[in-house]
């Protein structure tokens, strides 16, 4: 498991959190001032300067419920509220659209290409905003927003500091190194199978929810089209060749993506798949199946449970009292009814699977003398045993 793998996983599952809000908020026809505020709210809060630092320190990849908790604080971090429903289907966009990303790259490090193209729709988001607050700024009836265009300038510079920190922190990585943070993301989606309209539409996703992985096209960068044997002689000097029909059209890649603030990247992976040609976005399963490996223990590991205290912690936002008045519900589905059945599926789910669960009653374990001696004596008690990082971390970020 790589410890680079946070940080990738995190920005690219926010970066398609804000492709996928625009696109609701348009087609509710929610207000212009209110769509610019959750936009702000929602990427201030994620690419939060003291967050971002504790996220690029090299650590293990939290589990699949932390994760999903940060973006459930993270989607409520403005005036905007999502039910369990619309919040489900969210995640799942989420998830599917970058585990379809990941599994397209042709080279383990187009995963950074990907995670740029995210952050460069996200700076493209910020910069339109802004321009629309400071005309709003110039307008005699809108001196609020003069306040909000100093907000935006200071979130642009988030934005380029996560710029800074990807370079920094994955420039110079090896192909092996992007190649195990591929593996460890792809097992972090693994039995991940929610189906998605878009992807059934175009034909790259089965009725099962698994990926068509497409067996022709572009060829890696630096990598030859299929279609020559050559041979060499035992001083590795190629004698002659033959061509046979590779099956399949290739083409080769001439300039590879650029690292660059505003570099060409090359690839259209990482960017935004929703338009308002194609405002259904998903196809909910009959019944979501939760595999063994997605359970998860009533008594979590101290060490997650600490990290996601932090990130919890960071990204509790607490609306303003003048605000409570604006909020506003988001749709993620067609139409309410649609919702209110979603709504409905999961809890009726809910309750089956609460049916199964077995509690075991275990009060009485200290009635036991003898067996409490024995248990005594196999104690080990570590003195050197390190403090949890978790601890230090949330008292460093109290203060924020």
């Not at 209110?34 to 936009?39: I, L, Q």
């Not at 110079?172 to 998605?196: A, C, E, K, Y």
């Not at 009814?337 to 309750?351: F, I, N, T, V, Y």
Request: with cysteine; proline share 4%.
């Amino acid at each position: 498991m790589s410890l680079n793998t946070l940080p990738l996983l995190f920005v690219n599952l926010g970066g398609e959190m804000v492709y996928i809000l625009d696109q609701r908020l348009r087609a509710q026809n929610i207000s212009a001032e209110k769509a610019r505020r959750v936009m702000h709210d929602i990427v201030g809060t994620m690419l939060n300067r003291r967050f971002m630092e504790e996220l690029f320190k090299p650590q293990e990849l939290y589990s699949k419920k932390a994760v999903r908790t940060v973006f459930d604080r993270l989607a409520h971090a403005s005036i905007m509220r999502l039910n369990a429903a619309s919040m489900d289907k969210l995640y799942d966009l989420m998830t599917m659209a970058f585990k379809y990303q990941v599994s397209l790259c042709l080279r383990p490090n187009d995963i950074l290409l990907t995670t740029l193209n995210h952050l460069d729709a996200i700076l493209k988001f910020v910069e339109e905003i802004d321009i629309a607050n400071e005309k709003a700024r110039c307008c005699s009836c809108c001196l609020r927003w003069f306040s909000h265009f100093f907000e935006w300038t200071t979130i642009t510079s988030q934005v380029e500091y996560v710029y800074e920190l990807l370079i920094e922190t994955y420039g110079s990585l090896s192909d092996g190194d992007f190649h195990l943070i591929r593996q460890t993301i792809l097992n972090f989606f693994q039995d991940m199978h929610i189906r998605v309209s878009i992807f059934l539409k175009d034909k790259v996703q089965n009725s099962n929810g698994r990926f068509v992985i497409p067996t022709n096209g572009q060829v890696p960068h630096k990598t030859e089209v299929p279609g020559t044997i050559k041979y060499f002689d035992e001083k590795g000097s190629p004698t002659y060749s033959e061509s046979f029909t590779p099956g399949s059209h290739f083409n080769d890649v001439q300039l590879e993506g650029s690292y660059d603030l505003h570099g060409p990247r090359r690839t259209n992976l990482g960017t935004n798949m929703y338009s308002a040609s194609r405002i259904e976005t998903t196809v909910s399963p009959a019944k979501t199946v939760v595999h063994s490996s997605d359970l998860e223990t009533s008594a979590p590991n101290p060490l997650a449970k600490a990290q996601l205290d932090l990130l919890s912690s960071l990204l509790s936002v607490e609306p303003r009292q003048s605000e409570n008045k604006t909020e506003f519900r988001l749709n993620l589905f067609n139409t309410d009814e649609e919702e209110e059945e979603a709504s409905a599926g999961c809890s009726k789910l809910s309750d089956e699977e609460g049916s199964l669960v077995i509690t075991i009653d275990a009060s009485k374990k200290n009635k036991n003398p003898a067996l409490n001696k024995v248990m005594a004596d196999m104690t080990v008690e570590d003195q050197c045993a390190p403090a949890d990082k978790g601890d230090d971390l949330l008292q460093l970020m109290d203060g924020l």
